[in-house]
Structure formats: structure tokens, C-alpha cells
């Protein structure tokens, strides 16, 4: 049994390394992995604040100089992949013992699972990490993706500018994608990644969006039980 969590960078690197948040993290799946032998993960590392910092550096610097770059996204989302290997390579050393194999940095590409955790970080432009988790779902015949970020569920609209946006419990793809387009650019903040919706459509994938620090929650979910979040699909 193969568990699929995009681990989102605002959770692992807000501002800088949550480090009471991942001692935590890493005490509940060492616990699901004492209690069932079979259990597998797959853990999809977003950039976080690294992310972020680069981008902005980047594009701050170019304005300034009046840089005439012509591929601005393409290199901006370089510098977001980077930043998901350094986090993906924490997340690894952590696990180090359940990790023998190298960073995926290919979802299509991926001859070796010999350890009980796969870590996996940014492919190449064009979409976020969340895509890199709905192609390894597919290529483990996972049927789910976990998606954990600093948010409980996924809203109508954004509850910091909107007072009427209202919770979601459910939602079908094409509902979604409606909501989040189908344009990718370099750290848009959405729910899930529009390239990756497309995608997880397409694969017929459930995404299941909840808080990642509510680790109690993510128990339940892993376990099949009932859940704080949203349900994609």
C-alpha cells in the first residue's frame, strides 16, 4: 500500500525550517510504519520560503537592472525547483533509514523503490510539484494524492479578501478547474496546481486538500477515516 503526500513548502519551510513541525511529522509516519509492515509512502517536497525568496530576488534584480531576459517564468521556476531538492533532501536525511534511493527528480523516470519512503522534489518548468505527485500516483497506482499545505480546506474563493467565500467538503474536477484555471505560472498560489488538475482528471485521481499540521487529521486520512478537508474528484 502506497501513500502519495505533496508536502507542501509553506508547512516544512514557512519562513525558515519548521523544525517542531517536522520532528512531529516524522514521529507519526515512523509510527505508521511500526503498525503496518506493507505501508509505503511517497513524499513530493514543495519549495516553501526558499522558493519564494529566489523568485522574488530574481525578478526584483531583473526590474532594477532592466535585464532583457526573454524566458523570465522558465527561469523562475528553476530557482522554485531548486528549492524543492533542498527541501526534498531534508525531508530524505530524515527518513535516511527508509530511504535508500535517490531524490526523484523525474516522475516519469523512476527504476528503483526498495525502501519503505520515496522522496521526491520539482521536475522542470512549466507546473508545480503537485504534478510531480499526481504522475507518481499514477505510475504506483495510487488512487489518491494527499495534498498538505497551511490551509484546512479549499474555499470558494480566497477567505483573506472575500467574506462570503464558504468551505468546500467536496468538488468534482471540472468545478475546480473552473476555479483555478488552466495557466501555471511560477509560484501562483492555488489550491492545487492547474497543470496537475488537468492531470489528475485525466488519471481519474483523487486529491484530497487539508492541513498539514494538524498531524491527527492526516492520521485519519491515511486510516480511511472520516477527515477534516476538501475532496478533489
Request: proline share 5%; charged share 20%; net charge negative.
Amino acid at each position: 500500500m502506497i501513500t502519495v503526500i505533496s508536502l507542501g513548502g509553506s508547512i516544512v519551510a514557512p519562513d525558515t525550517i519548521d523544525v517542531p513541525y517536522l520532528s512531529q511529522f516524522v514521529s507519526l509516519i515512523e509510527e505508521l510504519l511500526a503498525e503496518d509492515q506493507s505501508r509505503k509512502f511517497i513524499f513530493v517536497v514543495g519549495g516553501g520560503a526558499p522558493a519564494r525568496l529566489y523568485q522574488k530576488a530574481f525578478r526584483e534584480v531583473t526590474c532594477a537592472a532592466k535585464l532583457p531576459i526573454s524566458n523570465m517564468d522558465d527561469n523562475a521556476d528553476w530557482l522554485g525547483i531548486m528549492a524543492t531538492r533542498l527541501n526534498a533532501y531534508l525531508i530524505k536525511s530524515l527518513f535516511s533509514r527508509h530511504c535508500p534511493n535517490d531524490i526523484v527528480v523525474d516522475p516519469t523516470k523512476v527504476d528503483v523503490f526498495t525502501g519503505r519512503i520515496l522522496v521526491a522534489a520539482g521536475w522542470k518548468p512549466g507546473f508545480s510539484s503537485d504534478n510531480d505527485a499526481v504522475l507518481l500516483a499514477k505510475l504506483f497506482s495510487a488512487k489518491t494524492v494527499i495534498n498538505l499545505s497551511n490551509i484546512e480546506k479549499v474555499y470558494t474563493a480566497d477567505p483573506k479578501t472575500d467574506i462570503n467565500a464558504k468551505p468546500i467538503d467536496a468538488i468534482s474536477w471540472k468545478d475546480f478547474r473552473v476555479m483555478v484555471g488552466d495557466v501555471w505560472t511560477p509560484g501562483k498560489n492555488v489550491p492545487f496546481d492547474p497543470i496537475a488538475s488537468a492531470n489528475a482528471e485525466l488519471y481519474d485521481i483523487k486529491v484530497i486538500c487539508a492541513a498539514g499540521h494538524d498531524l491527527q487529521n492526516l492520521k485519519k486520512i491515511i486510516n480511511g477515516e472520516a477527515f477534516t478537508g476538501t475532496s478533489i474528484g
